[in-house]
């Protein structure tokens, strides 16, 4: 039976702090949810009511798209080593782009990395631990280099082309705001 609580608690966020990968769920009013898996040193829980996390230059940009038309947000962990549990974190989230206030001095906390196109801060109102006896145990043998070894390789205009040609709307053909103007899909 799943626990639920207001906000995190020291516990929980050791637990956080100790998993090496995360997943989000977002979704539009309409269309597809999206769940993506998110790993490297790209979040922080600055309160037990406030998670930060950077997302980096990828094939796809749900994430943003569905937060420009509502701005709800989950995060999970699964406890893939010696303690099982299930936790999900629930609440809104505001996106900040390269260009908006704020995302230099956040994005600061996380290793330089080209690339980096949002930071998501995400407001808890809801945390909810369930048992996890059904996740398998998994053993944690590092961290890729294939997308930083790309995202240096592409270089910052690489990486503006990339946002132009591919970044620009979700799957479903929602607007990203990834280049700060009115885009189409």
């Given at each position: 039976m799943?626990?639920?609580f207001?906000?995190?608690?020291?516990v929980?966020i050791r637990?956080?702090?100790?998993?090496?990968?995360?997943?989000?769920?977002?979704?539009?009013?309409?269309?597809?949810?999206?769940?993506?898996?998110?790993?490297?040193?790209?979040?922080?829980?600055?309160?037990?009511?406030r998670?930060?996390?950077?997302?980096l230059?990828?094939s796809?940009?749900e994430?943003a798209?569905h937060?420009a038309?509502?701005?709800?947000m989950?995060?999970?962990?699964?406890?893939f080593a010696?303690?099982?549990m299930?936790l999900?974190?629930?609440?809104?989230?505001?996106?900040?782009h390269p260009?908006?206030?704020?995302?230099?001095?956040?994005?600061?906390l996380?290793?330089?990395?080209?690339?980096a196109?949002?930071?998501?801060?995400?407001?808890?109102d809801?945390v909810?631990?369930?048992?996890?006896?059904a996740v398998p145990?998994?053993?944690?043998?590092?961290?890729?280099?294939?997308?930083?070894t790309?995202?240096?390789g592409k270089?910052e205009?690489?990486i503006a082309?990339?946002?132009?040609?591919?970044?620009?709307s979700t799957i479903?053909?929602?607007?990203t705001h990834?280049?700060g103007?009115?885009?189409?899909?």
């Amino acid at each position: 039976m799943g626990k639920q609580f207001d906000q995190l608690s020291d516990v929980l966020i050791r637990f956080i702090e100790a998993q090496h990968i995360f997943f989000v769920g977002t979704a539009a009013p309409e269309g597809r949810v999206n769940i993506s898996p998110k790993g490297m040193d790209s979040l922080r829980v600055f309160s037990p009511t406030r998670i930060v996390w950077r997302n980096l230059t990828g094939s796809g940009n749900e994430t943003a798209g569905h937060l420009a038309q509502i701005n709800r947000m989950t995060l999970m962990w699964c406890g893939f080593a010696a303690k099982p549990m299930i936790l999900r974190t629930y609440g809104t989230a505001r996106t900040l782009h390269p260009r908006d206030t704020g995302f230099a001095e956040l994005n600061g906390l996380f290793p330089a990395s080209p690339g980096a196109r949002q930071i998501y801060d995400l407001s808890i109102d809801l945390v909810q631990s369930s048992c996890g006896f059904a996740v398998p145990f998994m053993d944690y043998a590092g961290e890729r280099d294939v997308l930083k070894t790309w995202a240096d390789g592409k270089g910052e205009d690489g990486i503006a082309e990339y946002w132009e040609t591919r970044n620009q709307s979700t799957i479903d053909g929602l607007p990203t705001h990834i280049l700060g103007r009115e885009e189409t899909a």
